[in-house]
């Protein structure tokens, strides 16, 4: 298969799990190489994303590993097979890698989880929310930049608004509900969206009050993507210089525990949407 200039973050995942197989069975990537009648240069390009590689040789390769994880191996061989060009292949080259590799996590994903403390998640902010909050961060933008990738984010929604949603939990802090990025009747039409977006069976929305003590957050945005098994979990991050994909299994498992604690804190479903309702009433 031919090297791919810029892979997809799923595709560095598919090649990062197949080296932690193979370092696990213990083997050097020229053995590795060895199996599929290739070298080690072709390998390493296997295992960063840049080189394709067939259903045949995963499981070749899976099987030489020792790999007895079934759900694991079928669930890496449908990521080799699978060709979706989803809606958000029309941004590339327009917007940053990172933005089509959310919207291809959150379409592969069977859950997502986020956890909020500044601003409001982005699948439940309204169009106008979206606008002040790139255009505030991004004051250099010119409009065009700015409406690009409001337009992006309100598509990415299509994973909870659509006729095929993934269960959604969130828990936000309610400092980001009160924050007013944009003017006061914007942000009274962002708590209303939440409140009924919340209604949804699948949608669950947990708020941590000011009023909690011994809360020290969750250090910033967080999202948890599920895969089709929990090995392929994925977490999110906002790091200095971008958008950081986790997925070592003590970090994921890290992430895992730190939701657990922060819903934990969190008031009740009915008890967030009093508190909602609440600050709505005093916009």
């Not at 599929?36 to 240069?41: H, P, Q």
């Not at 890290?254 to 819903?263: A, G």
């Amino acid at each position: 298969m031919p090297a791919r200039r810029n892979p997809t973050a799923r595709q560095v995942r598919l090649g990062a799990e197949l080296r932690r197989l193979r370092e696990a069975a213990g083997l050097k990537a020229t053995e590795a190489a060895a199996l599929l009648g290739t070298n080690s240069v072709q390998m390493s390009q296997i295992e960063s994303g840049i080189a394709g590689v067939s259903e045949e040789r995963v499981r070749r390769l899976a099987a030489n590993y020792a790999c007895t994880d079934q759900a694991l191996i079928d669930a890496l061989v449908a990521m080799t097979t699978d060709r979706t060009r989803g809606w958000w292949e029309e941004y590339r080259g327009t917007l940053p890698a990172a933005y089509q590799d959310l919207a291809e996590l959150d379409h592969h994903a069977r859950f997502r989880k986020d956890v909020a403390v500044i601003h409001v998640p982005g699948l439940l902010q309204t169009e106008d929310y979206a606008q002040a909050l790139f255009a505030y961060m991004n004051p250099e933008f010119p409009e065009s930049e700015v409406a690009l990738r409001v337009e992006h984010r309100m598509k990415r929604r299509v994973v909870i608004d659509g006729p095929d949603p993934i269960p959604y939990e969130t828990v936000i802090h309610e400092a980001a509900l009160r924050i007013r990025v944009a003017g006061r009747a914007a942000s009274r039409a962002q708590l209303s969206r939440i409140l009924e977006v919340s209604e949804a069976d699948h949608v669950t929305v947990r708020v941590i009050p000011f009023a909690l003590d011994d809360f020290a957050g969750a250090g910033s945005t967080m999202v948890h993507l599920g895969g089709p098994v929990p090995r392929l979990d994925t977490v999110v991050r906002d790091a200095p210089h971008g958008t950081a994909f986790i997925d070592s299994e003590a970090q994921l498992e890290h992430f895992r525990r730190l939701f657990r604690k922060v819903r934990g804190q969190a008031l009740s479903p009915e008890r967030s949407r009093d508190l909602i309702h609440q600050l709505a009433k005093e916009l």
